[in-house]
Structure formats: structure tokens, C-alpha cells
């Protein structure tokens, strides 16, 4: 059974913000000796950020780990459990974590460290910029129960960044099997990170399946962000809230209390 958005979130549609962590050991852009001090200080600038401007959630993710791939080392699971024990305190609001791209790594990891939700690709045949991204929808079912997390909401991404769906599967079939198969939200994004998600998409996967919430998961900002909600069930925000909306940058406290001021207007 799936698990309701209210039994997480307070706010009917909400707004998801991206923490990026700094690059996870081994993969290119780390550092090496890392001044740890220093890290978990801007990690934790980004949670006030976010949860001064009024979020009504988190979520934790490896984006700097370029290039991406399907498998991740056991280092990044590590790495990302090491900083959310490091401000868990701070942590006032539900969060979740997306290890990219590799959904029970990421489910893993959240239960690793007290999140409530997990963000990835569960379900579905891509061919991708990180090649064919085929996760089975079994083992990503089965590793949350092996682990005693039922607690944790499966959010599937069903239109990927960086990915184009195999053998002509509509968007409507996706969404459907995501429902039929028992996961907790699905997502829909744009061809990268910080570009717009097609509306189009956004309505086909409503209209399919009507069971299931529906997040916009990139492009979204304050300009757009109360007609979004007038279609989605919630957003996942990220570059948007950045200083210059660069999805590297840090959060942009103003950047924040604009989108969420405007985002209230709407729901």
C-alpha cells in the first residue's frame, strides 16, 4: 500500500529542496583530504537556507558526483550517510536522498540515515547518457523490505534526465505500471537538471495514473511555480534556489523565500 504524502509532509503540495553534497571519495570532481569542517558548514548554510525560507522538505543527493553512473561504490553511500549524521540536528523537516543513478544504493543510504524518502529511476528501460538504465522494480521493492524500511516513500522518476524510454512506451504506459506496481510518487523531469519539465508529460502521467502523486521534479522557480501546482502534486526544486540559479552554487536564501512566497499564493 502506498505511502500518503500527509504521512510526510504538512504542506498539502510540497516543496522539495535539493541539498547537493560535495563530491562523494573516488569520483572526480572530490577533493582529496577534504577539509570536512569546512563542508558540513556549507552543507549546513544550505538546510538554514532552506528551511528558513519555509520548505516543507529536503533531499540529499550527489550531484557533483559527474560523470553519473547506474552502480555506485559502496564510498558514496557512505560519504552521504557521514554528512546527514553531520547536521542531522539542524535537520527541522522530512528529507530523503537520491544517490544517482542507483535506487537501492539510495534506499540504502536512507535508511542509513533517517530519511523518509528515496528519489531515483525504480521502474522502466532508458537508453541514457550513463547507457541502458534498466532498474528491476523487484529488487528495488525487495531491498526496502530486506532492510525493514517501509517507512521510506519510493518516489520513481518515470521521464529521467539524461534518458529517453526504450521501445516506444508512452508516458501514460509508464505512470501506470509505476502505480500498478506500488510505488509512492512519481516524478517528471526535463532533459537535464534545472531545465523545465514538459507539461504535456506532466498531464499524460495525471491522467494515467490517478492514484499517485505527480511531482515536477527540474525547471521549476518562482515565475513558475503556482501554475505548476495547479497540475503537480508537489516540486522538487534545486538550481532554481541557488545564487544565479546555477545548480552548483550554493542556496540562495531570497532565491528560496521567493519561490516558497510564491508557490503559497497557489496552494
Not at 525493514?148 to 505500471?177: H, M
Request: proline share 6%.
Amino acid at each position: 500500500m502506498a505511502i500518503p504524502l500527509d504521512k510526510i509532509f504538512k504542506a498539502k503540495k510540497p516543496i522539495i529542496g535539493m541539498v547537493h553534497l560535495p563530491a562523494s571519495p573516488g569520483q572526480p570532481q572530490a577533493k582529496s583530504n577534504p577539509d570536512l569542517k569546512s563542508i558540513i558548514t556549507a552543507v549546513k548554510a544550505d538546510i538554514k537556507a532552506l528551511q528558513d525560507g519555509g520548505i516543507d522538505g529536503l533531499l540529499f543527493c550527489n550531484e557533483s558526483d559527474l560523470p553519473y553512473t547506474t552502480k555506485l561504490s559502496s564510498e558514496v553511500g557512505t560519504w552521504t550517510t557521514f554528512l546527514v549524521g553531520a547536521v542531522y540536528d539542524q535537520i527541522k523537516i522530512p528529507y530523503g536522498v537520491n544517490l544517482l543513478w542507483d535506487p537501492i544504493a539510495s534506499i540504502e543510504a536512507a535508511a542509513g540515515c533517517g530519511a523518509s524518502f528515496v528519489r531515483e529511476v525504480m521502474c522502466g528501460s532508458f537508453a541514457s547518457e550513463m547507457g541502458f538504465l534498466s532498474p528491476d522494480p523487484a529488487l528495488v521493492a525487495q531491498a526496502r523490505t530486506r532492510l525493514k524500511a517501509d517507512q521510506i516513500a519510493l518516489f520513481t522518476n518515470i521521464v529521467p534526465e539524461f534518458a529517453s524510454a526504450l521501445e516506444g512506451r508512452t508516458v501514460a504506459q509508464r505512470a501506470k505500471a509505476a502505480e500498478y506496481f506500488g510505488f509512492d510518487a512519481i516524478l517528471i523531469s526535463g532533459p537535464v537538471a534545472g531545465v523545465a519539465f514538459s507539461e504535456a508529460d506532466l498531464l499524460e502521467a495525471k491522467s494515467a495514473a490517478k492514484n499517485i502523486p505527480i511531482f515536477a521534479n527540474t525547471g521549476v522557480n518562482a515565475q513558475t511555480v503556482a501554475k505548476t501546482l495547479e497540475m503537480a502534486d508537489g516540486v522538487i526544486s534545486g538550481s532554481a534556489m541557488k545564487i544565479d540559479g546555477k545548480t552548483f552554487n550554493p542556496v540562495d536564501p531570497k532565491r528560496v523565500i521567493e519561490l516558497v512566497q510564491a508557490a503559497n499564493k497557489s496552494r
